[in-house]
């Protein structure tokens, strides 16, 4: 069975950073690409970063572009989102999911998902 577990959320203050960890039980995590989503209150899902199987291919939600930092490490079954210079507008519960073959920015093209983490930036 997959599991998806995040963690690393929290409350913040604007402009600090947080680190997101997602740990895969996925039994070949490097066939794997990864996503990062984003949901806030009464708002759809919206992508925030993806990350390809080598961690030689990344995205980004042009909200995000130059703050977050999408990683993995293969070895440890676990892919990272850095999180710097935080806005409350980036408010939300973060999610991590896997999909195989290439990177995607579209949620419905992932089939697995982890439980979410929330994150809370106060202004």
């Known amino acids: 069975q997959v599991q998806l577990v995040e963690s690393g959320g929290g409350l913040v203050q604007a402009g600090g950073s947080l680190r997101l960890s997602c740990a895969a039980s996925l039994r070949t995590f490097s066939s794997y690409a990864m996503g990062w989503f984003r949901q806030a209150p009464g708002k759809e899902r919206e992508f925030v970063s993806t990350?390809?199987?080598?961690?030689?291919?990344?995205a980004y939600a042009d909200s995000v572009k130059g703050r977050f930092t999408v990683s993995r490490d293969n070895a440890k079954n676990t892919v990272y989102l850095q999180m710097n210079n935080l806005k409350p507008e980036d408010t939300a519960a973060y999610y991590c999911a896997a999909k195989l073959s290439s990177i995607s920015g579209i949620a419905g093209s992932y089939p697995y998902w982890g439980q979410g983490t929330q994150v809370t930036v106060s202004s």
């Open positions: 990350i390809s199987w080598s961690g030689g291919n990344t």
